[in-house]
């Protein structure tokens, strides 16, 4: 260096805040900047005092453009600062926010896994009714069908009965009139309507003995006229076989309002037992449907 000139060494200090890659950047081509005009200034500095003239010294330039540096680094490193402080705002203002999200997740996943708990066991608990539901609607319907099969057989037997009672009574009406008309009229006596008796199924045994000898006995024979002796007899045996058939008929009567009364309480039995077991079943179901939904 030349006598009475001593060179200024600069330093710059970065920002103690990591500057944008942009304004690095820039404080890169500033540096460089100041680093070539330094060189001039002291080069012109050299020059300058060797031709004695009265100028600006070097270092003056050099401070000025320092300062000039200086108040501009402040500036960026403000600018910088002020960037950084709202990023920083913005990172803690959004960290609060997410941890808030975060928390309320894990509280709602907490509240979501007690639900499923719950409707896994309430799924659980409705498939067991569900299926307790279906095997009671099956025994149920099972009894229907199986009481609609008894109750077609009784009805049967009570149509079978009904009609050989009501063919006896008939036969039974029908004999006892003839015998009754032949005790005033033994010339048109008749025995076909008390020959039929024989044929039924409910005249016992002994009554139709009784009535096959009183027709072989009593059947008069065709030209003869008959004594009185005769008809008086016939009358006293027409007697007891008219009072045999009129106990027969009060008491095939009674038995048929019997029979009768009995299919009445059966019906009714079958009806209840229907309603209430579709009753059942249409509940059942209804439950069974509101527990699938």
Request: glycine share 4%; charged share 30%.
């Amino acid at each position: 260096c030349s006598a009475g000139f001593h060179p200024v060494v600069l330093q710059y200090s970065p920002p103690r805040t990591r500057p944008s890659m942009q304004l690095r950047s820039q404080m890169a081509s500033t540096v460089a900047a100041a680093t070539l005009l330094l060189v001039g200034l002291v080069g012109h500095a050299a020059a300058a005092h060797e031709s004695g003239r009265s100028e600006v010294t070097p270092v003056q330039k050099v401070i000025e453009l320092m300062e000039g540096m200086l108040a501009k680094g402040k500036s960026e490193k403000h600018d910088e600062q002020v960037q950084f402080a709202a990023y920083k705002q913005f990172c803690d203002d959004t960290t609060v926010e997410k941890k808030r999200a975060i928390a309320e997740a894990n509280e709602k996943i907490e509240v979501l896994k007690a639900d499923i708990e719950k409707y896994t066991a309430t799924a659980a608990k409705l498939t067991e009714e569900i299926a307790a539901h279906d095997e009671d609607i099956s025994v149920w319907k099972g009894d229907q069908k199986a009481a609609t099969k008894v109750r077609e057989l009784e009805k049967a037997d009570y149509d079978a009965m009904h009609a050989d009672y009501s063919e006896s009574i008939d036969a039974l009406e029908r004999a006892i009139a003839v015998l009754k008309k032949q005790a005033y009229d033994r010339k048109q006596a008749s025995f076909a309507q008390v020959t039929a008796l024989q044929k039924l199924s409910l005249i016992p045994e002994s009554a139709k003995r009784a009535i096959d000898a009183f027709v072989q006995e009593e059947e008069p024979t065709d030209g003869l006229e008959v004594s009185a002796p005769e008809a008086y007899g016939y009358e006293f045996q027409s007697h007891g076989v008219i009072e045999m058939l009129e106990k027969l008929l009060d008491k095939f009567i009674a038995e048929r309002t019997g029979l009768e009364k009995t299919e009445m309480n059966s019906k009714h039995a079958f009806d209840m037992l229907m309603q209430d077991l579709t009753a059942q079943i249409d509940q059942a179901t209804q439950d069974r449907e509101e527990k699938a939904e």
